[in-house]
């Protein structure tokens, strides 16, 4: 370990880093080298208490036994196998259980390599699902506002992320977006579901109005939203949502990149809400983000409506070259595992209330305009700087990092999804953390 710290490169201008200031970050970087359970070592020597599980991935905390002794053996054992046409016995275990973990009626996997491709993936199988059926005048999809359904062309279609997508051109043609959900005046420091806004569900009947049903193929949302700020779905919105599609013959996929593998105390978003979508789109947890893999899960009723015509003939022109790689089914298969002996898909549903109650305490420290949470997810909103917003939560940022605790920001919004192994005491320490920095910041 003690030699591994030695490693700081002296070099990063090479590496135009993602979603980062690039230039601010080089001039005073922030390096990561070991980590364990729940929390990180620094270039330096520090710990750091991981109050984000990475990036909303590590569900069941860092550099685990199992998982890392699979990838091992794994890779010593066979490193690569073709995915098309050809297979390897892990990926198809693997896609058993998942689907032992999925809502009833979803039964059949598709794999990607990230949260990203899963979005293209689902949206692409949902304009040739009607197509095959003999519906292909299906053709637009309707995503929200503020949603983050990834980077792709179509995510950023679907997705209402204005930075992430106003400097790519017109992007796909046909999209449309419902309204978030997201109201201050009416729902500020709820705790679970907010109770306002149901109604909002009610604007995908005034779209389906305008466009008609028989030109639109699939809804697609963020059961809960996280990157844009953990925007929580008012109570009956998603059921009202899944109603009106079931109505149309519109196809609803839930986008549980980050809610599925546990995230809100149930093993999906579907279950917490009991709603079952067409298709769930994940990634993420699926491998406790240590080995890039992300899968859609469809029900059978679209499967099966695939299969059909002659049996040489591909069904269904999509995949990846590491479509289930074997590397990554094993890290998947280890993680579920995991995740199975240690009760870590319910778990946010033991500590939910103790981690709400342990935000919500924060209620009157300054800047502090709402705080939001389900499961273990939780956000705090702040005032922004009249004139500099998003300056005041990523200064925050910085000072949570220097007193040694991981948090993400967006706008001026800090989310915390801690590792589902998170125990009382860390709870305890993030926000005593983050209390001292509230009180400190500008
Ligand atoms: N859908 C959702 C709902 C996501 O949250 C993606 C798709 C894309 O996944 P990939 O694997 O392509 O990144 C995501 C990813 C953050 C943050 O802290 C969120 C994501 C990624 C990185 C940072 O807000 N979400």
Partial sequence: MSNRLNVTPNDLSAFWMP??????????????????????????????????????????GHCRPKIVEAIQEQAAELDYAPAFQMGHPKAFELANRIVDIAPEGLNHVLYTNSGSESVETALKVALAYHRVKGEGSR???IGRERAYHGVNFGGISVGGIVGNRKMFGTL????????????????????????????LADELERIIALHDASTIAAVIVEPVAG??????????????????TKKHGILLIFDEVITGYGRLGTPFAADYFGVTPDMLVTAKGLTNGVIPMGAVIVSSEIHDA????????????????????????????ATLETYKDEGLLTR??????????ALHSLKDHPHVIDIRNIGLVGAIELQPIPGEPTKRAFSAFLKAFEAGLLIRTTGDIIALSPPLIVEKHHIDTIVETLGGIL????
């Fill in 139 to 141: 053709t637009r999809l």
């Fill in 306 to 333: 695939f299969m059909q015509g002659p049996e040489h003939a591909i069904e269904f022109m999509h995949g990846y070259t590491y479509s289930g790689n074997p590397m990554a089914s094993a890290a998947a298969l």
């Fill in 348 to 357: 946010g549903a033991e500590l939910g209330k103790y981690f709400e109650d």
């Fill in 19 to 60: 979603f980062t200031a690039n230039r601010q970050f080089k001039k005073a970087p922030r390096l990561f080298v070991g980590a364990k359970d729940m929390h990180y070592t620094t270039d330096d020597g520090r710990q750091v208490l991981d109050g984000t599980a990475g990036l909303w991935c590590v569900n069941a």
């Fill in 227 to 244: 990157s844009t700020g953990v925007l929580i779905p008012p109570a009956g919105y998603l059921k009202r949502l899944r109603e009106i």
């Fill in 439 to 442: 009180k400190a910041l500008e």
């Fill in 172 to 199: 796909l043609a046909g999209v449309d977006h419902m309204p978030h959900t997201h109201n201050l005046a009416k729902n500020a420091f709820s705790r679970g579901l907010p109770p306002h806004g149901v109604e």
